[in-house]
Protein backbone atom coordinates (compact mmCIF):
# COMPACT_ATOMS: atom_id res chain seq x y z
CA UNK A 1 0.00 0.00 0.00
CA UNK A 2 1.15 3.65 -0.97
CA UNK A 3 1.62 5.90 2.29
CA UNK A 4 0.36 9.63 1.68
CA UNK A 5 1.29 12.45 3.15
CA UNK A 6 -1.23 14.29 6.02
CA UNK A 7 -0.39 17.53 4.82
CA UNK A 8 -3.29 19.63 3.72
CA UNK A 9 -3.20 22.23 1.53
CA UNK A 10 -1.82 26.02 3.45
CA UNK A 11 -3.88 28.13 1.56
CA UNK A 12 -7.26 26.45 2.77
CA UNK A 13 -5.83 26.08 5.97
CA UNK A 14 -5.42 29.34 6.42
CA UNK A 15 -8.62 30.90 4.97
CA UNK A 16 -10.65 28.30 7.50
CA UNK A 17 -8.05 29.89 10.36
CA UNK A 18 -8.65 33.62 9.82
CA UNK A 19 -12.36 33.54 8.75
CA UNK A 20 -14.62 35.86 11.02
CA UNK A 21 -17.56 36.21 8.35
CA UNK A 22 -19.87 34.37 10.93
CA UNK A 23 -18.27 35.38 14.19
CA UNK A 24 -19.17 39.12 12.92
CA UNK A 25 -22.07 38.67 12.15
CA UNK A 26 -23.72 36.52 15.23
CA UNK A 27 -20.87 37.73 17.73
CA UNK A 28 -20.66 35.41 21.04
CA UNK A 29 -22.34 32.42 19.30
CA UNK A 30 -19.77 30.98 17.26
CA UNK A 31 -16.28 30.60 17.43
CA UNK A 32 -12.96 30.09 15.78
CA UNK A 33 -10.88 27.32 16.85
CA UNK A 34 -7.67 29.41 15.58
CA UNK A 35 -8.26 31.07 18.84
CA UNK A 36 -6.78 28.83 20.48
CA UNK A 37 -2.58 28.10 20.76
CA UNK A 38 -3.57 24.18 20.11
CA UNK A 39 -5.37 24.65 17.35
CA UNK A 40 -4.35 22.00 14.70
CA UNK A 41 -2.96 23.27 11.07
CA UNK A 42 -5.97 21.36 9.47
CA UNK A 43 -8.93 22.62 7.06
CA UNK A 44 -11.09 20.36 9.00
CA UNK A 45 -10.55 19.12 12.68
CA UNK A 46 -12.60 15.74 11.73
CA UNK A 47 -10.28 14.53 8.93
CA UNK A 48 -7.22 14.40 12.10
CA UNK A 49 -8.99 10.70 11.38
CA UNK A 50 -9.49 10.43 7.61
CA UNK A 51 -8.42 12.57 5.22
CA UNK A 52 -6.55 11.48 2.48
CA UNK A 53 -5.35 13.73 0.03
CA UNK A 54 -7.16 12.35 -2.98
CA UNK A 55 -10.24 10.36 -1.66
CA UNK A 56 -12.86 8.86 -3.73
CA UNK A 57 -15.37 9.57 -1.09
CA UNK A 58 -15.73 13.24 0.64
CA UNK A 59 -17.70 13.19 3.60
CA UNK A 60 -19.73 16.11 4.95
CA UNK A 61 -21.08 15.73 8.65
CA UNK A 62 -22.82 18.48 10.79
CA UNK A 63 -20.03 19.71 12.78
CA UNK A 64 -16.78 18.93 14.82
CA UNK A 65 -18.44 19.99 18.28
CA UNK A 66 -18.69 22.65 20.86
CA UNK A 67 -16.17 24.88 22.06
CA UNK A 68 -15.91 22.63 25.54
CA UNK A 69 -15.63 19.55 23.54
CA UNK A 70 -12.70 20.89 21.30
CA UNK A 71 -10.82 22.85 24.41
CA UNK A 72 -11.33 19.43 26.76
CA UNK A 73 -9.76 17.07 23.52
CA UNK A 74 -7.16 19.86 22.51
CA UNK A 75 -8.67 19.88 18.93
CA UNK A 76 -9.16 16.46 18.42
CA UNK A 77 -11.74 14.13 18.75
CA UNK A 78 -12.79 11.50 21.95
CA UNK A 79 -12.13 8.12 21.33
CA UNK A 80 -15.57 7.13 22.77
CA UNK A 81 -17.34 9.45 19.87
CA UNK A 82 -20.29 7.58 19.32
CA UNK A 83 -20.93 9.05 15.27
CA UNK A 84 -16.98 7.90 15.03
CA UNK A 85 -17.72 4.98 16.19
CA UNK A 86 -21.13 4.48 13.90
CA UNK A 87 -19.52 5.53 10.91
CA UNK A 88 -16.72 3.24 11.05
CA UNK A 89 -18.85 0.69 11.21
CA UNK A 90 -20.96 1.71 8.09
CA UNK A 91 -17.33 2.51 6.38
CA UNK A 92 -16.94 -1.20 7.36
CA UNK A 93 -20.05 -2.44 5.58
CA UNK A 94 -18.91 -0.95 2.76
CA UNK A 95 -15.67 -2.73 2.10
CA UNK A 96 -13.18 -0.20 3.44
CA UNK A 97 -10.66 -0.84 6.39
CA UNK A 98 -10.34 2.47 7.93
CA UNK A 99 -8.20 2.43 11.35
CA UNK A 100 -10.13 2.73 14.59
CA UNK A 101 -11.36 6.11 15.46
CA UNK A 102 -9.29 8.53 16.18
CA UNK A 103 -5.94 7.31 15.06
CA UNK A 104 -5.16 8.99 11.91
CA UNK A 105 -5.79 7.03 8.85
CA UNK A 106 -3.34 7.72 5.48
CA UNK A 107 -4.58 5.01 3.51
CA UNK A 108 -8.30 4.79 3.21
CA UNK A 109 -9.79 6.73 0.80
CA UNK A 110 -11.96 9.25 2.72
CA UNK A 111 -11.94 12.56 3.83
CA UNK A 112 -14.31 13.95 6.24
CA UNK A 113 -14.78 17.51 6.49
CA UNK A 114 -18.33 19.37 8.21
CA UNK A 115 -20.82 21.92 7.36
CA UNK A 116 -19.02 24.11 9.58
CA UNK A 117 -15.50 24.35 10.53
CA UNK A 118 -16.42 26.89 13.72
CA UNK A 119 -17.33 25.59 17.18
CA UNK A 120 -20.72 26.61 18.50
CA UNK A 121 -21.76 27.61 21.89
CA UNK A 122 -22.67 24.60 24.09
CA UNK A 123 -24.59 22.46 24.26
CA UNK A 124 -22.92 19.65 21.83
CA UNK A 125 -27.18 19.08 20.67
CA UNK A 126 -27.27 23.00 20.08
CA UNK A 127 -29.09 23.62 16.59
CA UNK A 128 -26.64 24.98 13.82
CA UNK A 129 -27.29 28.44 12.16
CA UNK A 130 -28.78 27.99 8.32
CA UNK A 131 -26.70 30.51 7.49
CA UNK A 132 -23.71 29.50 8.76
CA UNK A 133 -24.17 26.37 6.62
CA UNK A 134 -24.44 28.15 3.63
CA UNK A 135 -21.53 30.69 4.15
CA UNK A 136 -19.39 27.73 4.93
CA UNK A 137 -20.31 25.63 1.94
CA UNK A 138 -19.58 28.81 -0.47
CA UNK A 139 -16.20 30.00 1.18
CA UNK A 140 -14.43 26.79 2.29
CA UNK A 141 -16.21 23.15 0.96
CA UNK A 142 -16.81 24.62 -2.31
CA UNK A 143 -12.88 25.05 -2.78
CA UNK A 144 -12.22 22.39 -0.58
CA UNK A 145 -13.64 19.71 -3.29
CA UNK A 146 -11.99 21.30 -5.95
CA UNK A 147 -8.75 20.64 -4.33
CA UNK A 148 -9.71 17.10 -3.48
CA UNK A 149 -11.23 15.91 -6.47
CA UNK A 150 -13.41 13.19 -4.89
CA UNK A 151 -15.57 10.72 -7.13
CA UNK A 152 -18.41 10.75 -4.04
CA UNK A 153 -19.83 13.23 -1.44
CA UNK A 154 -21.56 11.75 0.98
CA UNK A 155 -23.91 14.80 3.14
CA UNK A 156 -24.64 13.26 6.45
CA UNK A 157 -27.36 14.46 8.11
CA UNK A 158 -29.74 17.67 7.91
CA UNK A 159 -26.82 20.43 7.59
CA UNK A 160 -24.34 18.53 5.91
CA UNK A 161 -26.97 17.98 2.83
CA UNK A 162 -27.82 22.08 2.99
CA UNK A 163 -24.00 22.32 2.88
CA UNK A 164 -23.56 20.00 -0.41
CA UNK A 165 -26.54 21.70 -1.77
CA UNK A 166 -25.22 24.86 -1.91
CA UNK A 167 -21.49 23.88 -2.46
CA UNK A 168 -22.48 21.88 -5.18
CA UNK A 169 -25.27 23.74 -6.44
CA UNK A 170 -27.53 20.76 -6.63
CA UNK A 171 -30.75 21.57 -8.48
CA UNK A 172 -33.94 19.88 -8.94
CA UNK A 173 -33.46 17.95 -5.10
CA UNK A 174 -35.59 18.15 -2.12
CA UNK A 175 -34.22 20.38 0.40
CA UNK A 176 -34.89 18.12 3.34
CA UNK A 177 -33.01 15.66 4.16
CA UNK A 178 -35.87 13.15 5.68
CA UNK A 179 -37.22 13.24 2.22
CA UNK A 180 -33.78 13.52 0.16
CA UNK A 181 -31.94 10.78 2.15
CA UNK A 182 -31.65 7.49 0.35
CA UNK A 183 -30.81 9.35 -2.81
CA UNK A 184 -28.26 10.57 -4.96
CA UNK A 185 -27.19 13.51 -7.76
CA UNK A 186 -25.03 13.74 -10.12
CA UNK A 187 -23.24 18.01 -10.20
CA UNK A 188 -22.34 19.21 -13.08
CA UNK A 189 -18.84 18.02 -13.20
CA UNK A 190 -19.79 14.90 -12.96
CA UNK A 191 -19.91 13.87 -8.70
CA UNK A 192 -21.99 11.49 -7.67
CA UNK A 193 -24.01 13.54 -4.23
CA UNK A 194 -25.53 10.70 -1.47
CA UNK A 195 -27.92 12.16 0.74
CA UNK A 196 -27.73 10.16 4.07
CA UNK A 197 -29.31 10.39 7.51
CA UNK A 198 -26.68 11.41 10.65
CA UNK A 199 -25.01 8.28 11.94
CA UNK A 200 -24.86 9.54 15.61
CA UNK A 201 -27.71 8.28 18.26
CA UNK A 202 -30.33 10.77 17.88
CA UNK A 203 -29.35 10.56 13.89
CA UNK A 204 -30.59 6.89 14.45
CA UNK A 205 -33.94 7.38 16.00
CA UNK A 206 -34.57 9.38 12.66
CA UNK A 207 -33.63 7.35 10.32
CA UNK A 208 -33.46 3.72 11.52
CA UNK A 209 -29.63 1.87 10.97
CA UNK A 210 -31.64 -0.72 8.59
CA UNK A 211 -32.25 2.15 6.51
CA UNK A 212 -28.80 3.51 6.77
CA UNK A 213 -27.05 0.11 5.83
CA UNK A 214 -29.43 0.04 3.11
CA UNK A 215 -28.33 3.71 2.19
CA UNK A 216 -24.75 2.87 2.73
CA UNK A 217 -24.72 -0.50 0.86
CA UNK A 218 -25.92 1.94 -2.82
CA UNK A 219 -22.73 4.13 -1.79
CA UNK A 220 -20.65 1.05 -1.40
CA UNK A 221 -21.76 -0.53 -5.30
CA UNK A 222 -20.88 3.60 -6.46
CA UNK A 223 -17.72 3.03 -4.73
CA UNK A 224 -16.64 -0.62 -6.31
CA UNK A 225 -17.56 1.09 -10.08
CA UNK A 226 -15.09 4.11 -9.35
CA UNK A 227 -12.37 1.62 -7.76
CA UNK A 228 -12.93 -0.21 -11.48
CA UNK A 229 -11.64 2.80 -13.22
CA UNK A 230 -9.09 4.69 -10.29
CA UNK A 231 -5.35 4.27 -10.20
Known amino acids: MTS ?21 RNPGKIHSG ?3 EFDPDVISYWSQWLGHPRPHILMVGQDFGDVGYFERNRGKDNAENKTNDNLYELLTHIGLKPTRPPRP ?35 HLRPLAKELKPHIVVAMGASGWLAALHA ?40 SWDKQLEDWSRIGNALRLVEQVSD
Open 168 to 207: FEIECAPKKITVAAGGSWLTRIGIQVFAVGHCGPKGKINR
Open 4 to 24: HSCEQPPELIKARKICQVCMA
Open 105 to 139: DLETRVYLTNSILCLKNPPMDKTISVSWVRNCAVT
Open 34 to 36: ASF
